[in-house]
């Protein structure tokens, strides 16, 4: 969608005569349905001096102009284009409008700078990088301009910044992004004028702009090739076994639902570990290298950053980010807008939408909606906060709204928790999810660990760490997480005073999961639901604790930044026993959650000294059933079971 288009002629008119803010402002209320006229004025400015820009005469008269190009399937949006010909290929150029007066550098980061915007200092993304993933996005994934040949050319104008020596917007640490996409600055509109030259000598015979407008949604073939490569040489996304089987299958009836008229969704349950996260990747990948307009989606953004960073390579993160979208983000998508998207964490989807949960109506129908064929990948017992609806039962109700065929299935085999479907079992009964036959029995292979003192944990954490970085440490989210310490790692969030132990949350900026140095900080729920590790070291906090025989729950321990159970106190007040079954389910499902992140090994602390014992009880009865001979392990247990009865 465009907002205005025209020649250049036309816009400098249209500038000079002051009407084109006015037409701005009717052609938004018409194609968006809302704006205000001190939204379109405060462009006012930004237009005046491209209107500077364009009155060259160099520049051809029928050179095309457009404003406000949103780009497909996102939100982004291009402030101005121009389009012509050089003499020997069509060219758009992409030009992004900043009015900053001022930068700061951020040497810690790549491509971000700090400039005041919204009322304060903030970091935001480097214009020249800005405009230049724009561009990256619309070659990616525009039809047009791949098989047409259309050249992208990117740059940024910052009008009322004026440059000093040594500056740094210029500055050597952003040389890689200017050489892509220059920046040119307050007393440059000839250096401007000289760049759109380059590419704009003739004017715009084939309605370029129409063509990008209208273009059809597919990947590049680099960008499929590249994606193939990456997940070939990445040994992370290997499947196995059932998981090969299982997504054959997947993969094949995805194609055909594509093709077909009628709506389809795929339904897949399965617990920890069992591979669905693997299996997402591989069908954004190989679904996508189909020529098909596929999106991975999660409500968790740690899943889709982790599994973004680990397929980036040879690519810049531009390319790979755009594969990956919050399930917030399809509340105004049109109906079948997307090939396949492939919905993993299913269970922690939420009905409404938006930073203040007022956008939309039910993420699961929306998605469903948005696309021929979607693809859920769901474990119901990791819905860890009052806002989880996501369920089959939903997903059947929805599916049956848009009459859809639905296609479900269950991931029976156990990946993570070294193929112990036995552990799985065993931690539900300890934990009191439910009553299982593994009272007993986690498996041999597996390597469970009581501590008496957190700080040995860590310390052993950290040593498995050295070998490969896949070692870190949780907890439940009974510690405040102040919004001003966020990225102080020398403040500790986590205290234990009578174990002399402390320890940071994880950072907010950092990539937890993969960074080297956060084997030393703890991750929450929010920051390890969706990933795996090979050893996980976890605090049990004052939220799940020891009774009259019993693993209990306190929701009252939670910390108040949690936003986990928000609003369960003004439902204990309405329905107090309603509230508390939630209560007890989301905490004791927190816990099943993160002590199934270890593929190799749990460890565990309870602040609680009476569940750190039941703990360590549970275990010695453990060894004590390895010790018996089958008959003996029958004849015991039997006796407990009538004894519990």
């Known amino acids: 969608m465009i907002i205005y288009e025209s020649t250049k002629t036309d816009f400098v008119s249209d500038v000079v005569n002051e009407e084109l803010v006015e037409r701005l402002y009717h052609s938004y209320k018409e194609k968006i349905g809302r704006t205000s006229i001190q939204e379109?004025?405060?462009?006012?400015?930004?237009?005046?001096?491209?209107?500077?820009?364009?009155?060259?005469?160099?520049?051809?008269?029928?050179?095309?102009?457009?404003?406000?190009?949103?780009?497909?399937?996102?939100?982004?949006?291009?402030?101005?284009?121009?389009?012509?010909?050089?003499?020997?290929?069509?060219?758009?150029?992409?030009?992004?409008?900043?009015?900053?007066?001022?930068?700061?550098?951020?040497?810690?980061?790549?491509?971000?700078?700090?400039?005041?915007?919204?009322?304060?200092?903030?970091?935001?993304?480097?214009?020249?990088?800005?405009?230049?993933?724009?561009?990256?996005?619309?070659?990616?994934?525009?039809?047009?301009?791949?098989?047409?040949?259309?050249?992208?050319?990117?740059?940024?104008?910052?009008?009322?910044?004026?440059?000093?020596?040594?500056?740094?917007?210029?500055?050597?640490?952003?040389?890689?992004?200017?050489?892509?996409?220059?920046?040119?600055?307050?007393?440059?509109?000839?250096?401007?004028?000289?760049?759109?030259?380059?590419?704009?000598?003739?004017?715009?015979?084939?309605?370029?702009?129409?063509?990008?407008?209208?273009?059809?949604?597919?990947?590049?073939?680099?960008?499929?090739?590249?994606?193939?490569?990456?997940?070939?040489?990445?040994?992370?996304?290997?499947?196995?076994?059932?998981?090969?089987?299982?997504?054959?299958?997947?993969?094949?009836?995805?194609?055909?639902?594509?093709?077909?008229?009628?709506?389809?969704?795929?339904?897949?349950?399965?617990?920890?570990?069992?591979?669905?996260?693997?299996?997402?990747?591989?069908?954004?990948?190989?679904?996508?290298?189909?020529?098909?307009?596929?999106?991975?989606?999660?409500?968790?953004?740690?899943?889709?950053?982790?599994?973004?960073?680990?397929?980036?390579?040879?690519?810049?993160?531009?390319?790979?980010?755009?594969?990956?979208?919050?399930?917030?983000?399809?509340?105004?998508?049109?109906?079948?807008?997307?090939?396949?998207?492939?919905?993993?964490?299913?269970?922690?989807?939420?009905?409404?939408?938006?930073?203040?949960?007022?956008?939309?109506?039910?993420?699961?129908?929306?998605?469903?909606?948005?696309?021929?064929?979607?693809?859920?990948?769901?474990?119901?017992?990791?819905?860890?906060?009052?806002?989880?609806?996501?369920?089959?039962?939903?997903?059947?109700?929805?599916s049956e709204e848009r009459n859809a065929q639905l296609i479900t299935g269950k991931l029976a085999s156990q990946f993570r928790c070294d193929g112990s479907e036995a552990y799985i079992a065993w931690l539900e009964d300890v934990l009191g999810i439910r009553d299982t036959a593994n009272k007993h029995d986690y498996g041999m292979d597996y390597d469970f660990r009581v501590y008496d003192s957190p700080n040995r944990m860590l310390h052993d954490i950290e040593e498995l760490n050295k070998k490969n970085n896949k070692s870190r440490m949780l907890a439940g989210y009974c510690w405040e997480w102040p919004t001003g310490e966020r990225k102080n790692t020398d403040y500790k969030d986590i205290t234990i005073p009578d174990r002399e132990f402390e320890i940071s949350w994880n950072l907010s900026d950092s990539i937890w999961a993969i960074d080297q140095e956060s084997v030393s900080e703890a991750g929450c729920i929010h920051t390890a639901q969706g990933l795996e590790f090979d050893y996980v070291g976890v605090i049990i906090g004052p939220d799940l604790y020891f009774n009259e025989g019993e693993v209990k729950t306190d929701y009252l321990k939670r910390a108040k930044s949690d936003q986990s159970l928000r609003g369960i106190k003004k439902m204990a007040k309405e329905d107090p026993i309603k509230a508390q079954q939630i209560a007890d389910d989301i905490i004791r499902n927190t816990y099943r959650t993160l002590m199934t992140r270890g593929q190799k090994g749990c460890f565990i602390f309870c602040t609680d000294p009476e569940l750190n014992k039941y703990f360590q009880e549970r275990m010695e009865k453990v060894a004590l059933y390895d010790n018996l001979s089958p008959g003996e392990y029958s004849r015991v247990a039997e006796n407990e079971r009538n004894y519990s009865n």
């Not at 190009?69 to 290929?89: C, M, Y």
């Not at 951020?106 to 005041?116: G, L, M, N, P």
């Not at 003739?202 to 680099?222: A, M, T």
């Not at 954004?284 to 599994?307: C, D, E, F, H």
């Open 40 to 398: 379109i004025k405060s462009w006012e400015n930004s237009l005046q001096r491209m209107s500077n820009v364009m009155q060259d005469g160099d520049i051809p008269e029928d050179a095309c102009v457009a404003i406000e190009f949103n780009i497909p399937n996102t939100s982004k949006r291009v402030d101005f284009l121009i389009s012509g010909n050089n003499g020997i290929e069509d060219h758009v150029i992409i030009i992004e409008l900043k009015q900053w007066s001022e930068v700061a550098k951020i040497e810690e980061q790549d491509a971000i700078v700090s400039t005041y915007i919204g009322g304060g200092k903030r970091p935001v993304t480097h214009p020249s990088y800005q405009a230049w993933s724009y561009a990256a996005l619309i070659e990616d994934f525009n039809e047009n301009v791949q098989k047409q040949h259309i050249s992208l050319n990117p740059c940024a104008y910052l009008h009322n910044y004026r440059k000093e020596t040594d500056d740094p917007l210029t500055a050597t640490h952003y040389e890689e992004h200017l050489r892509k996409a220059p920046v040119f600055t307050k007393g440059e509109i000839g250096k401007l004028r000289t760049f759109i030259k380059k590419y704009i000598v003739h004017g715009d015979k084939k309605n370029l702009i129409y063509e990008i407008e209208n273009g059809r949604i597919r990947p590049s073939k680099s960008l499929q090739d590249s994606l193939s490569s990456m997940l070939k040489g990445n040994e992370e996304f290997t499947m196995i076994d059932e998981q090969k089987i299982f997504y054959e299958q997947a993969y094949q009836l995805a194609l055909e639902g594509v093709h077909s008229d009628q709506k389809h969704v795929m339904a897949v349950e399965g617990g920890p570990g069992t591979g669905k996260s693997v299996m997402a990747v591989h069908l954004l990948v190989n679904l996508i290298n189909q020529g098909l307009n596929v999106l991975y989606v999660s409500k968790n953004s740690a899943p889709r950053t982790v599994y973004a960073s680990r397929l980036q390579r040879t690519m810049k993160k531009t390319h790979i980010n755009n594969l990956f979208k919050g399930s917030g983000s399809f509340t105004t998508s049109e109906t079948n807008e997307f090939d396949v998207i492939v919905v993993d964490e299913a269970h922690r989807l939420n009905e409404k939408s938006g930073f203040y949960g007022n956008q939309g109506e039910n993420q699961v129908k929306e998605l469903i909606n948005a696309a021929k064929f979607t693809m859920f990948f769901i474990d119901e017992k990791q819905r860890v906060t009052l806002k989880d609806i996501g369920s089959m039962e939903l997903i059947e109700h929805y």
